[in-house]
């Protein structure tokens, strides 16, 4: 089954405790990217890979790395986190043809609900 | 500025009733996708339409169809006959083309309830 995993599904944890989220996907898509879900605002971008050792900042990267050594991994690194990265991530992928097509639509992980005390 | 704008935050409609859902973009790009994802209170995002930029036609999916006006640059989403399995939050969102660096982005959302 085509699908994005990401894990854990739930985290708690404290103020400048290093944690990683893993986001992995068997489809073979080029882009994969990272998300952050908060109450008003939408889905803001935190980063995007558009292959193996390509990555990019997205519209707010503060405070986060990701790491694509792998086609199929994306993880994302909180190396200190602090409060108001309390939120829902999304990791997401999708092909990259000449479009954009609908076959370039991203396919979602299930999401992290992070909170940091 | 920003590349997607979803003025309603909540919006309510009796069961059955058709609702238009409004998402309005800013692009340079001429080669540009349009993207609705229903996001249930479970939380996953679900993919429902797609409209491209060169598309003669509105799009269709089922229920769905998107009322795309590119001179106005908007792109609505229409729910015929609304169930209360609809009740969701809704997110337009646009894909630039290669030229413009092939990125995603999202509105802010509408949360939508379908009344019995």
């Known amino acids: 089954e085509a699908q994005v995993t990401q894990n854990p599904r739930y985290l708690i944890t404290v103020t400048g405790k290093k944690l990683t989220v893993t986001c992995s996907q068997n489809m073979n898509h080029e882009y994969m990217s990272w998300y952050r879900q908060d109450p008003g605002l939408g889905l803001r971008q935190i980063y995007y890979?558009?292959?193996?050792?390509?990555?990019d900042k997205g519209d707010v990267p503060e405070g986060y790395k990701v790491s694509r050594k792998e086609k199929r991994n994306f993880p994302l690194i909180l190396e200190s986190p602090s409060p108001n990265q309390t939120s829902l991530y999304f990791c997401?992928?999708?092909?990259?043809?000449?479009?954009?097509?609908?076959?370039?639509?991203?396919?979602f992980g299930s999401g992290t609900q992070l909170s940091v005390l | 500025a920003q590349k997607i704008t979803q003025t309603q935050p909540g919006m309510f409609v009796q069961e059955k009733e058709a609702v238009t859902l409004d998402c309005t973009y800013d692009?340079?790009?001429?080669?540009?996708?349009l993207f609705w994802y229903k996001q249930p209170s479970s939380g996953e995002m679900i993919f429902l339409i797609y409209?491209?930029?060169?598309?003669?036609q509105n799009a269709t999916e089922g229920r769905y169809s998107l009322n795309f006006q590119k001179a106005r640059k908007s792109a609505n989403l229409v729910i015929s006959a609304s169930q209360l399995g609809d009740s969701a939050m809704y997110f337009c969102a646009m894909r630039e083309g290669r030229w413009t660096g092939n990125q995603f982005y999202f509105g802010t959302g509408t949360s939508l309830t379908v009344i019995p």
């Open positions: 409209q491209g930029s060169y598309d003669q």
């Open positions: 997401a992928s999708s092909f990259l043809g000449r479009g954009p097509g609908r076959d370039e639509k991203l396919f």
């Open positions: 692009t340079s790009d001429p080669s540009y996708g």
């Open positions: 890979s558009m292959n193996v050792e390509v990555t």
